[in-house]
């Protein structure tokens, strides 16, 4: 049976899209049954039309579709989205040579949503050092911000979901920017493991390879729409430096193409280093007299930072190698903890550990820090060689054991 999907036109509220769909084929096995895929806004989407209201769920479909060389149907879809299509699927077939990306798309009636008169900006916006990295960027232009609940933060979680609003809110509050926030079901709706599974040869997983970018982007034409704007600005993960070498479904080959309703998409951020970013971060705060508090963790589950991961680490020590304490930034902390997670990495509890994403914190702390005025358990770092560090010495190997054993007989 051949892999089709039939789309009905989406049901649009006050604030909320539904749609339903009907799926046909072996690539049924790609689709949470018990899910109806929705998005919720804060904003008021009532006037949105249908055939831009299609988009977040098309741009989902789409990669889903070419590999498993599937047909949608829908009745309707916005014109400048449709015609970008073939533009950022290039991207998805550079970037993975190896695989066949097939499939089509059958829309019954294009609609034009574009206006000549849009201007002003938004950025989605997660707290992290790519996000505020763009924000502090384009900050003349007070661009709206877009925060998603169901991409890293699960519904589930609600306590954390509630600390990334507060969070976004005073953000809002202190660069004098409005925001909406977005509760969708985009990662829901489908069975990422087979997924993943099915994208294998890609090298990479199906959420970071191939549905990240564009996945969450889509979700920005209904509000675009309202909002009357014409640039969305999305944070880059990588660097240009990282072309590749990583994939990601985030890419500006992709990214910069997708356009909808009027609007183009820009990849932000790219030409910077992580660390370019942070120092870009700490100067801006420094001369506006801005706290920004950054989100990075992603292994926390209550939506702040645990101080104990290693990206939780690397972005600490980037702050330190900035001239900058990461107490001011969103890091809680003792020095007890500082010293427990420096020994960790010190001594091979860091996989990631190495020169590709630890030599520019390294080169920044060496022309902007002075070793003596840094804290004492973080010192080895300024001069370490990183083509060696990071490895296991035997006498923490075997310290490690002996407390594992320790604990063994005390419980």
Not at 134 to 155: C, M, Q, R
Not at 221 to 234: D, R
Not at 303 to 323: D, F, Q, V
Not at 387 to 397: D, H, L, R, S
Request: with cysteine; net charge neutral; hydrophobic share 35%.
């Amino acid at each position: 049976m051949e892999n089709q999907i039939v789309v009905e036109s989406p049901l649009i509220e006050e604030h909320r899209i539904t749609y339903n769909y009907n799926i046909k084929g072996d690539w049924k096995e790609a689709f949470k049954t018990n899910e109806t895929f929705y998005i919720e806004y804060s904003c008021n989407i009532s006037c949105v039309p249908k055939s831009v209201a299609i988009v977040p769920l098309l741009a989902n479909l789409l990669p889903m579709a070419w590999i498993y060389d599937a047909e949608i149907i829908v009745e309707e879809c916005d014109e400048d989205f449709f015609n970008s299509i073939e533009d950022f699927k290039q991207g998805y077939e550079d970037m993975y040579p190896m695989m066949d990306f097939k499939g089509k798309l059958k829309v019954n009636q294009l609609q034009k949503n574009s206006d000549s008169n849009k201007n002003g900006s938004a950025a989605f916006f997660s707290g992290g050092v790519d996000a505020f990295n763009t924000l502090v960027s384009h900050y003349e232009e007070n661009p709206t911000l877009f925060t998603l609940w169901g991409a890293d933060i699960k519904f589930e979680d609600e306590e954390g979901w509630l600390k990334v609003k507060n969070h976004l809110e005073q953000t809002a509050n202190d660069f004098n920017v409005d925001f909406i926030t977005i509760k969708t079901c985009f990662r829901r709706f489908l069975n990422e493991g087979i997924l993943t599974r099915v994208v294998a040869k890609s090298g990479d997983g199906w959420w970071h390879g191939f549905q990240h970018g564009i996945g969450i982007i889509s979700h920005a034409a209904p509000a675009m729409y309202v909002l009357g704007k014409s640039t969305v600005y999305f944070a880059s993960s990588f660097t240009a430096a990282d072309k590749g070498r990583v994939t990601c479904a985030s890419d500006p080959t992709i990214d910069n193409y997708i356009k909808f309703c009027g609007a183009n998409v820009i990849h932000d951020g790219y030409e910077f280093t992580r660390q370019m970013k942070i120092h870009n971060i700490t100067q801006f705060s420094n001369n506006s007299g801005k706290q920004i508090p950054l989100r990075v963790c992603w292994q926390s589950s209550g939506g702040s930072n645990c101080c104990n991961c290693e990206k939780c680490w690397r972005t600490m020590l980037g702050i330190y190698a900035e001239g900058f304490n990461p107490r001011e930034f969103g890091f809680e902390y003792t020095d007890k903890q500082l010293k427990i997670i420096s020994t960790k990495m010190h001594f091979g509890e860091n996989e990631l550990f190495g020169v590709l994403r630890y030599y520019p914190i390294q080169r920044a702390m060496n022309n902007n820090t002075r070793k003596k005025d840094l804290p004492k358990t973080i010192r080895w770092f300024y001069n370490t060689d990183l083509k060696t560090a990071g490895k296991p010495a035997v006498w923490f190997k075997a310290l490690q054991k002996i407390r594992y054993i320790i604990k063994r007989i005390i419980h």
